[in-house]
């Protein structure tokens, strides 16, 4: 079901900065971790999902309306479930 919502004080902030600097990175800051040791892909994988499924609100993106309004639209029928590829595991 899809929950269609205007945007938060903070979040049209955000929407702006982001508008005002696009294809800039300023609000992800990518990180690489190695890790140590065996992994048990399949625990990985369902600890991620495990914590995608319990914050609906990483569904939620900005979509403009017709008279070009940002509003946030949470679609909790999308679903994670991604395989990881096995190179990002070694």
Same mark, same amino acid.
């Given at each position: 079901?899809?929950?269609?919502?205007?945007?938060?004080?903070?979040?049209?902030?955000?929407?702006?900065?982001?508008?005002?600097?696009?294809?800039?990175?300023?609000?992800?800051?990518?990180?690489?971790?190695?890790?140590?040791?065996?992994?048990?892909?399949?625990?990985?994988?369902?600890?991620?999902?495990?914590?995608?499924?319990?914050?609906?609100?990483?569904?939620? #993106?900005?979509?403009?309306?017709?008279?070009?309004?940002?509003?946030?639209?949470?679609?909790?029928?999308?679903?994670?479930? #991604?395989?990881?590829?096995?190179?990002?595991? #070694?």
């Amino acid at each position: 079901m899809k929950t269609i919502a205007p945007l938060s004080k903070t979040q049209y902030g955000l929407y702006a900065e982001c508008i005002a600097h696009q294809g800039e990175v300023c609000y992800n800051i990518p990180y690489l971790y190695t890790l140590d040791g065996s992994l048990d892909e399949e625990q990985l994988r369902k600890a991620i999902e495990a914590a995608v499924a319990a914050h609906p609100t990483l569904f939620t #993106r900005i979509e403009l309306t017709e008279q070009g309004d940002p509003m946030q639209v949470i679609d909790d029928s999308e679903t994670f479930s #991604r395989a990881l590829p096995k190179q990002a595991l #070694r």
